[in-house]
């Protein structure tokens, strides 16, 4: 199909879907509502397959870039209106099944749904770099699909199923781990991702080879190593079981018994494994932050960047989530965090006005210093550029009015 001829289609099916708007769903009979949706459903896929290809063909082109925008992800997430990061599964879905066509082909004709296509080839991308074997597996995948109606969760279930399936004893995932590094399909596939639960928590989501896992490990299990204290460290008595808490009248504790039921003085530590290497983690990057083999950013070592009213600040009440701390994401912490965080860090004051513009920066250097970088995180908490959204670690500062010019005000 000719680039004008692509074009009049999609208008076209653009024109029948406004039609949509003027269904009157609710006088359908309850065997024509599920018709309806099941070619909806069609459509959707047929449309997510179209988004594809296109993705592709934006990438290659760098046309998102041309007009502005910082890569074709955030173009298509801007486009879809969804979360951030949504453009990105159509261009990872895009990269992934390039070399599946069987794959392509079912999405293009609406067979399986955008879901099921990045579970497969983000599920096969992670298979060595054998094209039978990866064709061989997106097959058996797209057959479940096709004769038992698969979803994306179920095919993510079943993948290791289809691996031994194909390579019952191993040779051929054993034979990959001989394989330079840059070959193995593992190491392409390796990812960390962070997303916020909209609760007070990130889920936390990876994937790496096993020499990467094992370097991992060897730093993080010596400090997730049980701490354990001397028996009644935590100020309580040690109790059997058995027994309960003493009250007095008003319902207070006597002795000094721990007021935590769980707790039995014993000593030992009462994190549990994922706790304690998580907590190794956030160690080991303590350590590496007070050493000189940080990476600099804008003449500065890593650092956490969190603005709060001074009055929050030293009030040792909490009030509303409002009145904590704002991180350049544009996340929230509490006043209490806040507080936990500037017992052993730098404060770096700064006068913002009503509006929350800095107001205390001059012109005295014509090249942008810490101090002035610092104000800009502060008054823009990402990229000022309109559309873009990444975060001020991978931005530079430029002048909007050149900096010989004199100062307006």
Known sequence: MTSPGALETATAVLDHARELAEVPWDQLTGAEAVQAAAALAQVKALVDGALVGLAEQLESTGAPEAIGWASTKDFLTHLLGGRKGTGGTLTRVAKKTSRLPAVR??????????????????????????PELREDAASKMLGLVAEHGYDATDLDHA??????????????????????????????????????????????KGYATIEETELVKAVLLPLSAPVTTEPGACGGEPRKPEQGFELDDNGHLLGKRCPDPECAHTGADPREHGTRMWDALLEACRRLQHTDSVPHAHSTTARITITIPLANLLEQTDGHLADGGILPTGDRLSAAAVRRLACDAEIIPAVLGSQGQVLDVDRTQRLVTTGIWNALVLRDHHCAFPGCTRLPLACDAHHITHWAEPLRV
Do not use: C, M, N
């Open 105 to 130: 082909a079912a999405l293009a004709a609406g067979q399986i749904s955008l879901a099921q296509a990045a579970v497969i080839g983000g599920r096969v991308s992670t298979l060595p770099q054998a």
């Open 159 to 204: 993948f290791p199923t289809v691996v031994r399936e194909l390579d019952p004893d191993g040779t051929l995932l054993s034979a990959d781990l001989d394989k330079d590094r840059a070959e193995r399909g593992a190491h392409h596939a390796r990812y960390l991702s962070f997303t916020p639960d909209t609760l007070g928590g990130v889920r936390i």
